[in-house]
């Protein structure tokens, strides 16, 4: 496999090793948990793994509400195994999750230190995006506290791991939603763009373009080097086909699905041309199975890490194998897209 626009190396501090948890020693006795940024479906599976693993292993567990907001504003709240009964299944986060520019000062950072402190909490285990991570990293140096994270975001735009929590899921709900776009597509000979999530990272557009059947995507990573569009009309890409369906990741880089529709109108005014934007239920609906496995597998992960004294690492995975990765490289704006996918949406469509 060729990588275009950034190559990533795969060098990490350390493999999971599979010795039993419990066989293993550290200082820490009581963990906090949260959510943090956009919530992601798996993020309950990955919450219940937490606990449950913690707690098997003699720890105190917590749960904090509303991410770094609610370690701020103190909303704590010690976990039993049945705090997690019955969330594998559901979409969201129990948690709840937030934004918090308090966070981001180092008095929030230090109120939110303070605030450990006084529960006892010697460890935190934070389950988000690269938002999360960084903030996570800037905190456990700043106090010297024990983190670990888990890559929460339906994005799949972190580095040193194959795939994120809720990537599988929204790919999922992408699909069915696109499957149904094409039934009205076809019946109307339409152009259609559909903006999915993803910002700076196009797997969520070309996996989903590519499970779909869709004719092409519109992404970050290959809008920086060329013009996409122009490129897919030049080549004739809807010749012999009544209708066409277009992925576009939503970003400033690729213009999003509105911005590429009107060009389309008035530089290929042949075309009958709408859009639809996916928006936030690509974020909701019951985990997937495999976004179930990844996150009960990385939650017990996390715990095992910390009773491993690592220290600001993401659990990732790699070749179905259980990885850690330092923060400073899970959150480099670099994930690579694959070659080979694109290779496999050009030929598939034509
Ligand atoms: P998603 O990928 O779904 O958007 P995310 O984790 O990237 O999730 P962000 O909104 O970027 O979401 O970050 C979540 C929170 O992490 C922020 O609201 C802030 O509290 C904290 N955070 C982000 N960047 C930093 C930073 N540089 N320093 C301290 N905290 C930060």
């Known amino acids: 496999m060729r990588l275009v626009v950034c190559k990533e190396n795969s060098v990490t501090t350390g493999k999971f090793s599979k010795t039993n948890i419990s066989t293993m020693s550290s200082d820490i006795k ?28 003699g720890l105190r567990m917590y749960g904090i509400y509303r991410g770094y907001k609610g370690l701020i504003s103190n909303e704590i709240e010690e976990f039993r195994t049945n705090s997690v009964s019955n969330i ?27 605030n450990m402190q006084k529960h006892g909490i010697d460890a935190l285990i934070v389950i988000g995006g690269d938002g ?28 040193g791991t194959d795939t994120t929590i809720g990537y599988d899921t929204a790919l999922n709900t992408i699909m069915q939603s696109m ?25 969520l557009a070309l996996n989903s373009a590519i499970a779909s059947g869709a004719e092409a995507a519109i992404i970050p990573e290959i809008s920086i080097e060329k013009d996409q569009l122009a490129e897919l009309i030049e080549q004739g890409f809807r ?11 939503e970003s400033e880089v690729t213009g999003g699905a509105i911005k590429l529709a009107e060009r389309v109108k008035t530089e290929y005014p042949q075309y009958d041309v709408r859009v639809s934007i996916l928006g936030h239920l690509q974020r909701g609906g019951s985990p997937t199975a495999q976004d179930r496995i990844l996150a009960s597998r990385m939650g017990i992960a996390a715990i095992q890490a910390l009773q491993e004294n690592q220290r600001n690492v993401m659990i990732g995975i790699r070749e179905n194998e259980i990885d850690y990765v330092p923060f400073k490289r899970a959150i480099k704006k670099e994930r690579a897209i694959s070659e080979e996918l694109l290779e496999v949406l050009r030929i598939s469509s034509i």
């Open 30 to 57: 009581s963990v906090g948990v949260l959510t943090s940024g956009g919530d992601a479906p798996g993020m309950n599976a990955a919450i219940r793994a937490v606990t449950r693993a913690g707690i098997s292993n």
């Open 88 to 114: 594998i299944q559901q979409g969201g986060t129990v948690l709840k999750t937030a934004r918090s520019l308090e966070f981001m000062t180092l008095e929030g950072r230090r109120t939110a230190y303070e």
């Open 132 to 159: 999360s991570l960084t903030g996570a990293g800037i905190f456990a140096n700043e106090f010297n506290i024990p983190v670990v994270g888990l890559p929460g975001t339906i994005d799949n735009d972190l580095n």
């Open 179 to 203: 499957d149904k776009i094409r039934d009205t597509a076809t019946s109307h000979e339409r152009l259609f763009f559909v903006e999915v999530m993803g910002r700076n990272c196009g797997y």
């Open 239 to 249: 010749k012999s086909k009544s209708s066409s369906m277009v992925l576009v990741t």
